[in-house]
């Protein structure tokens, strides 16, 4: 045993990939489309007569007062802290020019009647383009007119624009279109797919070169070098149910989720040629939109009003529980044991500690921390854990509460 302590504590490497956490930051509300940031403190979501603003990168989420609060609302972008668009079904287009503390309906047509629109994006203040059911809307007044381009697609999800002339949109049937006139125009680009015909919900740019598109339920890859004139098949999330939206922090790392059952989300940090589960999504819940500042940073959105939130690139979820103090510091067996790949850690905190929970191989190799030496409240926490990535075997996990010190072992068979 002395042996074993000696290596767990000269042992500093880890496996990069795991050693990461979600947490939970449940919204109040009961389905939600879409999230934005605009840094790591400030963002906006939107769903079903609902907008909520942050400042505390999702801490606490305020309730913003609108005018369509009976539509569902689809797409939110935020151009800078204090100008926002909105859009939503039944001809929806809402907007702020102080950060969400007074909304503006630029449109709020009568429920059940008229297009609806799905995702806006906005180069600046003034000029921006709003995508939906077979037309796309342009603006270069900030909203106060509109002109309208046919597109022949059943339905167009989400767009994008790297500059005042060059946008893509993606549809309905795996339908991608460019522009390189700011909208005048729309080019169909061809995708070699066999065939199949899987809509593109949502696609992920970087660098205004790179892109990534999933086809929702087919969960094939594609990937485009040169802004969406061609793309390229890379490769299927493997295990997914039905991936309806995609996130990439770089052309490496990314993320993509959805489904109704079973696993909810991917990551990927090798350019979408392999995925890695994400451990189990709240229950009921699907993911319609995820968005990432950085490689670590990031949120998730979707069905039951969930927030997911994470700060070190994700693989565990967390869930607070603190109903009652308890009377001591206590690490429980992780259950169950042995597990293949998903088991739960609770342990019990008397006062307020610095907290560090890692996993650590037989050999004393640090290969997650679960809880990376955070200030943690009085109370009871539990965790869930995913082995996916790791091999069978007998595994330790150990607990630092102030002086408190604690060592377990769990067996992950596969």
Same mark, same amino acid.
């Given at each position: ?25 449940? %919204? ?14 400030? #963002? ?13 990168? +999702?801490?606490?989420?305020? =309730? ?26 039944? /001809? ?52 106060? %007119? ?8 059943? =339905? ?72 969406? @004139? ?26 993509? +989720? #959805? ?29 319609? @939109? ?7 940073? +990031? ?12 700060? $070190? ?8 529980? /603190? ?10 067996? $992780? ?39 955070? =200030? ?25 509460? $102030? ?12």
């Amino acid at each position: 045993m002395k042996k074993i302590i000696i290596i767990l504590i000269i042992s500093i490497y880890s496996i990069i990939s795991a050693n990461a956490q979600w947490i939970v930051q449940n %919204s109040g509300t009961s389905a939600l489309n879409d999230i934005h940031f605009i840094n790591q403190y400030t #963002g906006w979501a939107c769903g079903e007569g609902v907008i909520m603003k942050t400042t505390n990168t +999702g801490t606490n989420w305020i =309730f913003q007062n609108h005018p369509s609060t009976d539509k569902n609302l689809t797409g939110i972008q935020p151009v800078n802290s204090n100008i926002v668009y909105c859009v939503g079904w039944f /001809q929806t287009i809402l907007k702020t020019t102080n950060g969400g503390i007074n909304w503006i309906a630029i449109r709020n047509g009568t429920v059940g009647y008229g297009a609806s629109y799905e995702e806006a994006f906005f180069i600046n203040k003034d000029t921006g383009w709003i995508s939906g059911n077979a037309h796309i809307l342009k603006t270069t007044n900030g909203g106060i %007119s509109f002109d309208s381009t046919h597109v022949p697609c059943g =339905f167009l999800y989400e767009i994008y624009f790297k500059d005042a002339l060059t946008g893509l949109v993606c549809g309905a049937g795996a339908s991608i279109y460019k522009t390189t006139n700011g909208g005048i125009n729309w080019n169909y680009i061809s995708i070699s797919n066999g065939g199949a015909m899987p809509d593109f919900l949502k696609f992920s740019i970087i660098n205004n070169q790179y892109g990534f598109v999933i086809g929702a339920g087919q969960n094939k890859l594609f990937k485009t070098t040169d802004f969406g @004139s061609t793309w390229d098949s890379v490769a299927t999330v493997i295990g997914a149910d039905v991936i309806l939206c995609t996130c990439f922090s770089d052309i490496n790392t990314g993320w993509a +989720g #959805g489904a109704y059952t079973g696993i909810k989300l991917w990551k990927t940090t090798n350019g979408g040629y392999n995925w890695i589960a994400q451990s189990s999504y709240p229950t009921g819940a699907f993911i319609g @939109s995820i968005t990432f500042i950085n490689n670590n940073t +990031g949120w998730t959105v979707g069905g039951g009003g969930y927030i997911v939130y994470t700060t $070190n690139g994700g693989t565990t979820f967390i869930n607070n529980t /603190q109903n009652e103090i308890p009377n001591e510091f206590n690490l429980c067996q $992780n259950f169950p044991n042995p597990f293949n790949p998903l088991t739960k850690i609770n342990y019990q905190l008397p006062k307020d500690s610095k907290v560090s929970l890692v996993v650590y191989d037989i050999l004393g190799r640090e290969m997650n921390k679960l809880v990376n030496n955070e =200030f943690k409240k009085a109370g009871s926490y539990t965790l869930e854990f995913n082995g996916q990535p790791f091999a069978s075997g007998v595994y330790f996990y150990r607990i630092i509460a $102030n002086d408190y010190v604690k060592v377990k072992k769990m067996v992950l068979i596969k």
